[in-house]
């Protein structure tokens, strides 16, 4: 591939190798040694400009599938932004929802109500309290689920390069 000054004599012929080399590699193991080395291996093939970049972009794309796959995080960064608004969606109807309770409690608060009245009354208004901490809980125990997963795919698209 290189001759006796170390400079590569043929470029294309050396892609069709380093592509094959990927290939072969990506095939091995699901190991992250041997995914990232099929990566490098294909980045080195596109970086020869070969003739068929195409299919080697398309086996690059392929491998990242895999490795977001893998990560258990198919398809989040592509909709990433369908996600936030999903999450947005979710805090202003629950928001509303609360709103609604809130002003349902509001509306029977009267002081000249016997005393067990106004027990019930805090109860309620506990019982909503403790909703809410439970819902934001489980809200946030999911949004920091999408984040782990996010960071995953992050830090395999900055080994993959050509995953963007």
């Not at 909709?79 to 999903?86: H, K, R, T």
């Not at 202003?92 to 609360?98: A, C, G, L, V």
């Not at 782990?148 to 992050?154: H, N, V």
Request: charged fraction near 25%; glycine fraction near 2%.
């Amino acid at each position: 591939m290189c001759d006796h000054n170390k400079t590569e004599k043929n470029p294309l012929m050396s892609a069709r190798i380093f592509h094959k080399l990927g290939k072969i590699y990506r095939q091995r193991s699901s190991k992250k040694l041997c995914l990232v080395k099929s990566s490098t291996l294909y980045n080195a093939a596109l970086a020869r400009k070969p003739v068929n970049a195409f299919e080697i972009k398309r086996d690059l794309n392929e491998l990242c599938s895999h490795v977001t796959e893998l990560a258990g995080a198919t398809n989040l960064c592509d909709n990433s932004l369908q996600i936030a608004d999903v999450l947005q969606s979710i805090i202003q109807t629950y928001r509303k929802t609360i709103k609604k309770q809130v002003e349902d409690i509001s509306q029977i608060n009267d002081e000249s109500q016997p005393k067990s009245f106004q027990d019930k009354l805090v109860v309620n208004v506990e019982r909503l309290q403790k909703e809410i901490h439970q819902f934001f809980f489980r809200f946030y125990e999911t949004y920091h689920e999408i984040l782990r997963k996010a960071k995953i795919i992050r830090m395999f698209w900055s080994i993959f390069d050509g995953c963007q």
